[in-house]
């Protein structure tokens, strides 16, 4: 593996941001579903803060990205690390960057003091799976994730 370097995203990096993003997307076959833009990225990113984009290099050149923001744990009763996506390019990986990625962020979790690292991975990737539990994660089998979007979450959000 080639020196590997970390950098917080800047304004500037939004396509490139959109680029993993989309590339994520076609590995988990979901490309239908991306309709983030560069103008909403910089907008809930940069403008809002919401969430926080690390870029890995090697040589110089992006070679992948996490993307995460904080959350909150009641019983520990402080901060941790959310970690939504991270995508390494395909024709990057296996050669230890992801691993890479995934430490600095469990770096950067003990640096401001949080309580927990946590993401989630889909059911159908082990290798991803595989990658995770080789770290020394810990599988959550009693949690499941809910959700409600769209018209479901207009409807549920609207004032009474």
Same mark, same amino acid.
């Given at each position: $593996?080639? =020196?590997?370097?970390?950098?917080?995203?800047?304004?500037?990096?939004?396509? %490139?941001?959109?680029?993993?993003?989309?590339? %994520?997307?076609?590995?988990?076959? $979901?490309? +239908? =579903?991306?309709?983030?833009?560069?103008?909403? %990225?910089?907008?809930?990113?940069?403008?809002?803060?919401?969430?926080?984009? *690390?870029?890995?290099?090697?040589?110089?050149?992006? *070679? /992948?990205?996490?993307?995460?923001?904080?959350?909150?744990?009641?019983?520990?009763? @402080?901060?941790?690390?959310? &970690?939504? +996506?991270?995508? *390494?390019?395909?024709?990057?990986?296996?050669?230890? #960057?992801?691993?890479? &990625? %995934?430490?600095?962020?469990? =770096?950067?979790? *003990?640096? @401001?003091?949080?309580? @927990?690292?946590?993401?989630?991975?889909?059911?159908?990737?082990?290798?991803?799976?595989?990658? #995770?539990?080789?770290?020394?994660? =810990?599988? $959550? +089998? +009693?949690?499941?994730? #809910?959700?409600?979007? /769209?018209?479901?979450?207009?409807?549920? /959000?609207?004032?009474?």
């Amino acid at each position: $593996m080639a =020196q590997t370097t970390f950098r917080m995203a800047q304004p500037e990096d939004t396509a %490139l941001i959109l680029h993993f993003i989309r590339g %994520l997307a076609v590995y988990e076959k $979901m490309e +239908d =579903q991306v309709v983030a833009t560069e103008e909403l %990225l910089t907008e809930w990113l940069f403008e809002k803060q919401k969430a926080e984009v *690390v870029i890995g290099e090697a040589e110089g050149k992006p *070679v /992948g990205f996490a993307l995460f923001f904080h959350n909150f744990s009641t019983f520990l009763g @402080r901060a941790g690390i959310y &970690l939504e +996506d991270l995508f *390494v390019e395909p024709s990057e990986r296996g050669k230890g #960057y992801g691993k890479a &990625l %995934l430490t600095h962020l469990a =770096q950067l979790a *003990v640096e @401001r003091g949080c309580g @927990r690292l946590e993401w989630s991975c889909l059911d159908w990737n082990q290798p991803s799976i595989d990658f #995770y539990l080789s770290m020394g994660a =810990q599988r $959550m +089998d +009693d949690w499941t994730t #809910y959700r409600l979007t /769209g018209d479901r979450l207009a409807e549920l /959000g609207r004032a009474e």
